[in-house]
């Protein structure tokens, strides 16, 4: 909980802070920034849970608003000392456009800079993702890498493209000058594969397992690594890491940061499977059944038919050429730069993390256990 005896005289904004990882991040700045004064929570849908958060000694300011709408931002923006911007479209699935992408993650992020030039907000915090480096679609392995690894990042999906340039902008702007004359100070933290409460995908896998008779089926071989870092541990690093901004401006503006904890490497079923197999799900070896060629084969039809049925209905299901590929390419990482220079450390410790996922997946509704 935060001490009382700090002065409280910080005003924070966090954009996307109904998303899943927003919520963590807002949480998280509630329980672990004594210094904050007022906390804006900027999202397109606002969450009913943020009005039990009212109640406490900061004040929580609920912005119903949309990136993509200049003035909307700059009005949220206005007198914040820090924003931590994490909106985004996050869609591998073909669910929404490549201009709407690109709309929210790229035009977005671009109106979230320019409020902070605009207004005289210097300290910027983005939320970027792994997906910036890769997996790339060539499938080539990333090992324990870290932020200086080389890699070939090609970028098709308009995903992964509307995040690579939004971190481009945002790094691009580290030092540039805002009202008032000083530097904007900018960083970007890179997330693998989140999990923990709140996580959709979890969502979807368990209740497929449950509509499976409690089965889930192994698509992708045990041997590919899959990065996952706990969503408590992201959060916590955004709040880390916007508290030494101001401190730290030279060493961390303008850097990228990989998001880590002590997750165990695993392929992304068998990762999934520690949190669902507690709660009454067995994954079944197909090795045989399901070929990678058969897979793809199954992920292409998936793509022709999400084309030729869109004029009539949006089928956008969890395989397609591209989720293949990402789960079924190594890419994990290793790396302390985090905590050489912000002093990070996760705050849950992997048996906490799993603990807490557990519980989560068992409160669901319609639980096996
Ligand atoms: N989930 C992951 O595994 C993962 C991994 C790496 C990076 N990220 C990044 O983390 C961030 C948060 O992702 P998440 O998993 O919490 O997704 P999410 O969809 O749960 O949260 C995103 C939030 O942004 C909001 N939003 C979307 N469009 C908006 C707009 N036009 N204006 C205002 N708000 C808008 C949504 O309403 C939502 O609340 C994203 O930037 C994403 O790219 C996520
Ligand atoms: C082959 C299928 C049976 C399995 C499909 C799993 C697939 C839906 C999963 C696998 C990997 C997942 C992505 C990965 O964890 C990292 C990210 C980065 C983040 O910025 C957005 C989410 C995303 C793309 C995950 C989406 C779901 C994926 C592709």
């Known amino acids: 909980m935060a001490e009382s005896t700090e002065v409280r005289n910080l005003v924070y904004l966090v954009t996307g802070g109904c998303g899943f990882l927003g919520e963590h991040v807002v949480r998280m700045l509630l329980q672990r920034e004594p210094r904050l004064s007022e ?19 900061v004040q929580v300011t609920a912005i119903q608003g949309d990136v993509t709408q200049a003035h909307e931002v700059a009005a949220a923006v206005a007198g914040a000392h820090v924003v931590i911007h994490a909106a985004g479209l996050v869609d591998v699935f073909g669910r929404a456009s490549p201009e709407t992408i ?5 035009q977005g992020t671009k109106n979230v800079i320019e409020a902070c030039v605009q207004t005289g907000t210097r300290f910027l915090v983005y939320t970027s993702s792994m997906e910036v480096v890769g997996p790339n679609i060539k499938g080539h392995p990333f090992y324990r890498g870290n932020e200086d690894t080389p890699y070939e990042a090609v970028h098709k999906h308009p995903y992964p493209c509307s995040k690579a340039q939004a971190e481009r902008l945002v790094l691009e702007a580290n030092g540039r000058e805002v009202r008032g004359g000083l530097p904007l100070v900018t960083c970007a933290l890179r997330p693998t594969g989140i999990y923990g409460e709140g996580h959709q995908i979890m969502r979807d896998f368990y209740h497929q397992g449950l509509r499976l008779g409690g089965r889930l089926f192994r698509a992708i071989p045990a041997s590919v690594e899959h990065g996952r870092v706990y969503v408590g541990n992201v959060a916590w690093m955004h709040v880390l890491v916007a508290r030494e901004l101001e401190r730290r401006a030279a060493l961390v503006g303008g850097q990228v940061y990989f998001c880590y904890d002590k997750s165990p490497y695993k392929s992304y079923e068998d990762f999934n499977m520690e949190f669902l197999g507690p709660c009454g799900l067995r ?8 070929p990678y060629w058969l897979l793809m084969l199954l992920a292409t039809l998936n793509a022709l038919l999400q084309w030729l049925l869109r004029p009539l209905l949006l089928y956008a299901p969890l395989l397609n050429p591209y989720t293949l590929a990402v789960a079924n390419t190594t890419f994990t990482v290793s790396t302390d730069k985090a905590q050489r220079h912000f002093g990070y450390e996760p705050l849950f410790s992997w048996e906490d993390s799993r603990t807490r996922t557990i519980r989560w997946v068992q409160a669901m509704e319609g639980s096996a256990q």
Not at 283 to 290: G, I, M, S, W
Request: aromatic fraction near 6%; glycine fraction near 6%; avoid cysteine.
């Open 283 to 290: 994954l079944l070896e197909t090795r045989l059944l399901a």
């Open 102 to 106: 690109h709309k929210v993650n790229v």
């Open 39 to 57: 906390l804006r929570v900027f999202d397109l849908h606002l969450g009913p849970w943020l009005e039990e958060l009212k109640r406490g000694p």
